[in-house]
């Protein structure tokens, strides 16, 4: 039972470089998010979406885009990579009443 | 802005120990308060929640204290051990049209020296 998966496990980009992070759960959960964690700034949420083609902002959006493809799939994109997005990125999801959010393994993401 | 202020930032404590961890909100939206613990290199893992219409739910050895007119709650681990030892996180959560946001707080590192 896979889970949340997250692909790729590590990267490092140079500034201005683009690239998606991608995850899929196979939970048939119809909420997911993203978020970012760095040291002393616990997580913070980047995007969250309730179902396919539906996706709103949360605290951190700036510098990101995200795609909700289908049901199973929710990709992070970073057009022009920036020192300040090294980060670890985590995919969650959910499903609604339920509000426990099962966690990807994390991608650590280095912009040089 | 933080929307969950969490505290403190770290703690040590002995073996068999009672640490307590603390969270405060102002959102009076969040209607789902849940505790995440994480170890290394690991993504976070539900522990324990609470809704705010119950002030105290136990599991185990984790309890969760609830003040809803003071917009604040609290872990604490009875009789801890050092496989305690981990990050936790507070959360809480609200639902729009869009969806449900889990928002956290920054995380408390907790030591528990054997």
């Known amino acids: 039972n896979a889970g949340v998966t997250q692909t790729p496990k590590f990267q490092v980009l140079k500034t201005g470089q683009s690239m998606t992070l991608q995850c899929a759960q196979d939970?048939?959960?119809?909420?997911m998010y993203w978020y970012r964690q760095d040291p002393g700034m616990g997580l913070r949420l980047i995007y969250y979406?309730?179902?396919?083609?539906?996706?709103d902002k949360g605290e951190v959006p700036n510098g990101y885009n995200v795609s909700r493809l289908n049901k199973r799939e929710f990709s992070l994109r970073l057009e022009s990579a920036a020192p300040s997005q090294t980060s670890v990125y985590f995919c969650?999801?959910?499903?609604?009443?339920?509000?426990?959010?099962?966690f990807g393994q994390g991608t650590r993401l280095t912009v040089v | 802005q933080q929307q969950v202020k969490q505290s403190p930032q770290s703690l040590i404590v002995q073996k068999g120990g009672i640490p307590i961890i603390n969270c405060a909100y102002e959102n009076t939206a969040f209607d789902y308060f849940p505790w995440y613990q994480q170890f290394p290199g690991k993504g976070p893992a539900l522990l324990i929640a609470i809704r705010p219409d119950v002030s105290e739910k136990k599991e185990g050895r984790f309890t969760i204290s609830f003040n809803k007119s003071a917009k604040q709650f609290s872990l604490h681990i009875m009789d801890s051990q050092p496989g305690d030892s981990a990050t936790y996180f507070c959360?809480?959560?609200?639902?729009?049209?869009?969806?449900?946001?889990?928002?956290f707080g920054k995380g408390t590192t907790l030591s528990v020296s054997s």
């Open positions: 939970m048939n959960h119809n909420s």
């Open positions: 979406s309730a179902s396919e083609g539906t996706t």
């Open positions: 959360a809480a959560s609200y639902s729009n049209q869009a969806g449900t946001a889990l928002i």
């Open positions: 969650a999801s959910s499903d609604p009443p339920s509000t426990e959010a099962f």
